[in-house]
């Protein structure tokens, strides 16, 4: 008798798939928040992918979240795209889990210090004067 389960083989790519997107998405968020922090002209575009999101804009009693909807925005987009193209081409691949789960909490933990201004904001200064986007 031939057992179903046993015939089917376990692929560790969609795991990678499905995780990687949160990185990217991540790294989106932190990228796209020191982005407009830099000029009150790219703070109005990355706010201007967001103006669909309720209450990224007005004054009610809950307020405007305001760039906060574009960095959202832009992020769930890269989230989204970046796991449907990694699940189809990752589905039936191995990879091994050891090695992505190291790169995984090492990426993690450097894009969770990008946020922290002090740390963060020399590199984004920099970057900022080199293309000339100050």
């Known amino acids: 008798m031939n057992n ?8 560790s790519g969609p795991v990678v ?7 990217l998405a991540f790294l989106t968020l932190m990228v796209s928040h020191h982005i407009s922090r ?5 703070d109005k575009v990355v706010h201007s992918y967001g103006h669909w999101i309720p209450g990224s804009t007005g004054s009610g ?5 305001g760039s906060y909807s574009g960095k959202e ?3 769930l987009g890269v989230w989204l795209a ?6 189809l081409l990752w589905r039936k691949q191995d990879f091994s889990l050891q090695l992505w789960t190291r790169f995984f909490v090492v990426s993690l933990s450097v894009i969770t210090l990008g946020f922290f201004h002090p740390l ?14 100050r």
Not at 4 to 11: A, N, R, V
Not at 38 to 42: F, P
């Open 38 to 42: 830099l000029t009150k002209e790219l």
């Open 120 to 133: 963060a904001d020399p590199i984004v200064l920099f970057i900022a004067d080199l293309v000339g986007a």
């Open 17 to 23: 798939a499905a995780s990687l997107p949160l990185l």
């Open 73 to 75: 925005t832009l992020a």
């Open 82 to 87: 970046s796991w449907l193209i990694f699940h």
């Open 4 to 11: 179903e389960s046993e015939d089917q083989k376990l692929y």
């Open 61 to 65: 009693p809950a307020g405007s979240i």
